[in-house]
């Protein structure tokens, strides 16, 4: 059984960077891919980006092409997202998902379990 | 990007009674799969999302079957066939057949 579990809420200022971890317990960790998703107050479900930690490739949401970076060290089982250059338009509960697909179905991943959700409130 | 809208936005609902919520893809989501590649969310109040339904119509793991997914190509339907108290909170569609995967914008059920 596959549990994420993040790190605790950040406020940061404008114009800085924040970094934000999600360990997965339970399974292979070398085997999963983990996705980061946001939600601002009130908002819908934002993807940002993925890495499949076997391999160490990630994929990011154009929008955030330049400023995202998710790493995973296969050592301690923590996928980390780092958002930089934050503007309060950052300020959101940021969410890591594990993404499951099967052979049949190629491409597509969907995203379970999720983990509890780090709030990130970016202020002066 | 391909653009998820849902229907409605609110549904008021009785405990017992059925619920229906639509979504539609502005793109074909059926890949040569002979998968549609539509999953559902519940986001219960306080919570991070939980998978309901993936690859258009398979419930996930632990999820009642008074769920259910039906639909394909651009037209999907979650129902609800006996709504609990239990099933309040907002329900999110989302595509897989592009990257990025792209939500709709989220139907909160209340009862």
């Known amino acids: 059984q596959v549990h994420l579990v993040q790190s605790g809420a950040e406020v940061k200022k404008p114009g800085s960077s924040v970094k934000v971890s999600c360990k997965a317990s339970g399974g292979s960790f070398s085997r999963y891919t983990i996705s980061w998703v946001r939600q601002a107050r009130g908002q819908g479900l934002e993807w940002m980006g993925r890495?499949?930690?076997?391999?160490?490739?990630?994929n990011y949401a154009q929008k955030f092409q330049g400023r995202l970076t998710i790493t995973a060290d296969r050592s301690t089982g923590i996928v980390y997202m780092e958002l930089s250059s934050l503007t309060f338009e950052d300020t959101a509960m940021y969410y890591c998902?594990?993404?499951?697909?099967?052979?049949?179905?190629?491409?597509?991943?969907?995203?379970?379990?999720w983990g509890q959700g780090t709030l990130v409130t970016v202020s002066s | 990007d391909i653009v998820m809208t849902q229907s409605p936005l609110f549904l008021p609902v009785t405990p017992g009674e059925a619920a229906s919520i639509s979504c539609r893809s502005s793109q074909s989501l059926l890949h040569s799969s002979g998968y549609n590649y539509l999953d559902w969310y519940l986001q219960k109040p306080g919570q991070p999302p939980q998978l309901l339904i993936y690859l258009g119509s398979n419930r996930a793991s632990g999820v009642p079957d008074r769920f259910s997914g039906s639909g394909s190509g651009t037209d999907f339907t979650l129902k609800i066939s006996r709504v609990e108290a239990d099933d309040v909170g907002v329900y999110y569609c989302?595509?897989?057949?592009?990257?990025?995967?792209?939500f709709g914008q989220g139907t909160k059920l209340e009862s």
């Open positions: 890495i499949i930690a076997i391999a160490g490739i990630e």
């Open positions: 998902a594990r993404d499951v697909s099967i052979p049949s179905a190629p491409v597509h991943h969907w995203f379970d379990p």
């Open positions: 989302m595509q897989g057949l592009q990257t990025p995967p792209t």
